[in-house]
């Protein structure tokens, strides 16, 4: 038993480091967007789907003998592509969605090690279930110490791992791992076959009532129901990643963080405590569901110190709902494969689900509520409510709750600070009255439902959006209010323009006159020559404001979807009327701007988000070294580091002082009285040459960057986001 636990920790030990690793690899190629996460989760998925079935498939239609010998050779078959690489040369299309394209390059690099780890678990559990060892009657417990592999794996990666090693490094030592996985898993083949019994097919039936009995015949309502709860914990988990990376930054920490809880709850749920740990995930999480579905409605701000461990809680006691029905309703043995291969494929669905089809079902990110909707309705609750027929206070209660919550919203639509308190109080009383209906989970799944269509509606009405649109990197909204026209990535504005058309030439948001970008453009030599401009980031197109006569301007932007937003007339003029002195290069940043010229540009401005997240790889010494490639002698740079939960001024300032650059800093206050459709902003300029900067030296505004000691240089092979991290917002 000790040997085969040990197999199983190794290899979901592997499974789970290699993920983060190819992640970040492919990470910077695909411009920094969260959905480069979810897009290899779904790969792992469905490797781990293929992994399964290979393994229920020679488990139970090829001999022991020629079961031991497919699987020895499908172990030894990756030691010849290691260690993987994803290629320097790999480029995805530059229009379009790049799933089918990253699919594709992580099956070339990754897809042969990752299959044969994934076959691993299922296959050990059940050549494990057939020797004469007493535990084996029900070897379901091994499943518990694979996961405890994988949580191991998970917590070093950003704490230990991550820290001390380059991403070369750690490819290498991967692949030395492995080595020692297959010589763990000869082993293993050894110890099943010397310890088999005559009677390996007949196993007892689990002991816990509750679980299926070892017949003859799995029902399709029992394997539906397995890929059912499957499906929801993870879609719930794509689905909270997302929303941490969106806003903070696409990393392995935000990665890891639900994964981590994921499997966690897996642990849970087949260790002998499980029983309790349902009980107490079915009890309480109506009370962190129903905060967090009131933050939902009221769209209300809230520190990383309250945001994060809600919505982590919530999905936990969520993923436990789920998981320990899962466990509960376990097969015997012998049909264990068969049994591992249903979770897998609802564990796949959920990735297709949040990966592939609900960008293009939803405008908007419905699939998180819609997710937790399904899981509050797998609860067991009261077993009488649970098993009687449709009644009308499961109808009447819904919408009852559902009018009351958007009575409130009419009647409290926030006005400001004082006016949210309001709004976020007022639907408290919707949400008591969903509690009251907490003990039928049907009924109470249909409440929190009508109190999330309600905020949806009612923010629909008030939000006035003239355009909505969902993409590879995000949801995009184009709202209008009595002033102005504004786009929405995610939840951060991304440009905004005047109605009045005396008026629209002017620039707003961060990129105001009097604000750093507009004392930059006044003040560096290089803005005020003829000499032309590169930008790294679209958005409405509102630096085109500052472009002189003569001047070419460059805009680099990843998503053709904000091109085509920016250039549409009835939204947006700032591109129209810059004309032919303005052109826009589809594609991440750093690879088209690699093939631009050198010595091109007199000014660079760094301006990429993706909602408020900026993509790390383009604050990095190779990405500063392309930059200064690309600059003219006496230019300069100026980056955009505006955020709400990282502090980017030490990191800029170390880049630009391994660099040798002279750097000024400037955090501006805006007033939006004074100037309205003013943000405030923060902003770093350099250059190779105090001159260069021209009147910023000098100027009171503008500061010298300070490098506390230990910041570290961020390279393409290291990053450390937990050094810059604010978990209250800026």
């Not at 969106?246 to 639900?258: E, G, K, N, S």
């Not at 509606?457 to 649109?469: F, H, I, P």
Request: one cysteine or more; proline letters at 7%.
């Amino acid at each position: 038993m000790p040997l085969f636990a040990a197999t199983l920790f190794f290899s979901s030990l592997q499974m789970f480091a290699v993920e983060p690793i190819v992640a970040k690899t492919v990470l910077p190629i695909l411009g920094g967007t969260p959905m480069v996460w979810n897009t290899c989760v779904l790969f792992f998925q469905i490797l781990l789907l293929g992994g399964y079935a290979y393994a229920h498939a020679t488990t139970r239609w090829l001999s022991r003998r020629a079961c031991r010998i497919s699987y020895a050779l499908l172990l030894a078959l990756p030691l010849a592509v290691l260690p993987f690489g994803i290629g320097a040369g790999a480029q995805p299309p530059a229009g379009g969605s790049p799933v089918g394209w990253l699919l594709l390059v992580l099956l070339r690099s990754i897809g042969l090690p990752f299959f044969a780890l994934a076959a691993t678990a299922p296959m050990l559990q059940r050549w494990f279930a057939d020797t004469d060892h007493p535990s084996a009657r029900d070897p379901y417990f091994l499943y518990a110490a694979s996961n405890v592999g994988s949580l191991l794996a998970l917590i070093a990666y950003p704490t230990l791992i991550e820290p001390a090693l380059p991403l070369r490094e750690q490819n290498a030592y991967w692949t030395m791992a492995y080595g020692i996985f297959v010589t763990t898993a000869a082993f293993s083949l050894i110890a099943a076959r010397r310890c088999r019994t005559g009677a390996a097919d007949t196993v007892a039936a689990p002991a816990e009532g509750d679980r299926a009995q070892d017949d003859s015949r799995i029902t399709w309502e029992q394997r539906a129901t397995w890929t059912a709860l499957a499906f929801v914990p993870s879609s719930l988990m794509l689905a909270v990643t997302t929303y941490f990376s969106t806003d903070i930054a696409p990393v392995p920490l935000f990665w890891i963080a639900p994964l981590a809880l994921y499997l966690l709850t897996f642990v849970v749920a087949f260790s002998t405590r499980s029983a309790a740990a349902r009980s107490f995930s079915d009890r309480f999480i109506p009370l962190l569901v129903l905060p967090l579905v009131i933050l939902m409605v009221a769209g209300a701000g809230f520190s990383l110190w309250g945001a994060i461990p809600l919505h982590l809680a919530a999905f936990t006691m969520a993923a436990l709902v789920c998981h320990g029905r899962l466990a509960a309703g376990r097969p015997a043995a012998a049909h264990l494969t068969e049994y591992y291969f249903w979770i897998a494929f609802g564990g796949m669905l959920g990735g297709v689900f949040n990966t592939l089809a609900a960008p293009v079902l939803f405008s908007r990110v419905i699939e998180y509520p819609l997710v937790l909707v399904l899981a509050l309705a797998a609860r067991r609750g009261r077993v009488a409510t649970a098993a009687a027929p449709w009644s009308m206070n499961d109808l009447a209660m819904p919408i009852g709750v559902g009018a009351i919550s958007a009575a409130f919203i009419v009647w409290l639509h926030p006005g400001g600070a004082d006016g949210a308190q309001l709004f976020v109080a007022g639907l408290g009383l919707p949400a008591f009255v969903a509690f009251t209906q907490s003990r039928a989970p049907r009924r109470f799944a249909a409440c929190v439902a009508t109190m999330l269509v309600a905020g949806s509606t009612a923010a629909s009405a008030y939000g006035g959006a003239l355009y909505t649109s969902r993409t590879f990197f995000g949801v995009y909204r184009v709202t209008s209010d009595a002033r102005f026209r504004s786009l929405y990535h995610g939840s951060t504005v991304h440009g905004m323009q005047w109605l009045d058309t005396s008026r629209t030439g002017e620039p707003l948001t961060y990129y105001g006159a009097a604000g750093p970008v507009g004392q930059a453009f006044a003040s560096l030599p290089a803005a005020a020559s003829r000499r032309d401009v590169a930008v790294v980031g679209l958005g409405v197109g509102t630096l085109a404001s500052y472009r002189l006569p003569g001047q070419q301007w460059t805009f680099y932007e990843i998503d053709p979807e904000v091109e085509r937003i920016a250039r549409t007339n009835d939204y947006f003029s700032y591109l129209r009327t810059c004309g032919e002195g303005c052109r826009v290069v589809l594609g991440d940043a750093r690879l088209s701007m690699a093939r631009a010229p050198d010595h091109a540009y007199g000014l660079i401005v760094l301006d990429a988000f993706s909602s408020d997240a900026i993509p790390l790889h383009l604050v990095t010494r190779e990405a500063l070294a392309l930059y200064l490639g690309k600059l003219s002698p006496g230019g300069a740079l100026a980056f955009h580091i505006t955020n709400r939960h990282l502090m980017l001024e030490p990191v800029i300032a170390r880049l630009a002082d391994s660099m040798g650059l002279s750097a000024r800093w400037q955090q501006h206050r805006a007033d939006p009285v004074l100037r309205p459709g003013e943000f405030s902003s923060e902003w770093i300029v350099m250059a190779r040459r105090p001159q260069d900067l021209g009147s910023v030296i000098g100027d009171p505004r503008w500061n010298i960057p300070p490098i506390p000691p230990g910041t570290p240089l961020w390279t393409d092979d290291f990053s450390n986001i937990v050094s810059v991290l604010s978990l209250t917002p800026r």
